[in-house]
């Protein structure tokens, strides 16, 4: 279950977000019942997160925010019930970003969604390896939902 709550004062269409929520996590196999909530916020208040959770300055496009270490379901294993986590998202970065990478600003906040959820489920980009798995994975699956709408 996705609850999707926009504070940002950007428009944009929640509903889409827990489409693709919900995409994402059942393409990885997590529970239909995991919780997890996304929040769309300003600039002020994802830079006052982002200096107190991550000591660094400024706003940033997502932050994550794991609960109970959900981790995507192996075959032959039944997933897990319980809480994924947060997801907070910045609109307004994720709109300079946008324009830099010409695209629109939603879809680039569809890419940091899914971005956002597969931290939660224990995947980094702190080493090359990771990295490729990880953004070759978040791309398959915003594709493969914008391509399934």
């Keep these: 279950m996705t609850e999707v709550t926009n504070e940002s004062g950007y428009d944009v269409d929640g509903e889409e977000f827990a489409d693709l929520a919900s995409y994402v996590l059942a393409e990885m196999r997590v529970h239909p019942r995991a919780e997890l909530s996304i929040l769309l916020v300003t600039a002020d208040v994802m830079a006052e997160l982002h200096e107190r959770w991550m000591d660094e300055p400024g706003p940033t496009d997502v932050l994550s925010f794991p609960m109970d270490e959900l981790r995507p ?47 939660l489920l224990g995947y980094d980009h702190a080493e090359p390896d990771e990295e490729r798995e990880m953004f070759a994975l978040q791309r398959r699956l915003l594709l493969t939902f914008l391509a399934g709408r």
Excluded at 94 to 113: D, M, R
């Design 73 to 119: 379901g192996r075959d032959g294993e039944e997933p897990v019930e319980g809480t994924l986590g947060d997801i907070v998202l910045c609109p307004e970065v994720a709109a300079a970003q946008a324009k830099t990478a010409g695209h629109s600003t939603v879809e680039e906040l569809l890419l940091l969604t899914t971005h956002g959820i597969l931290h």
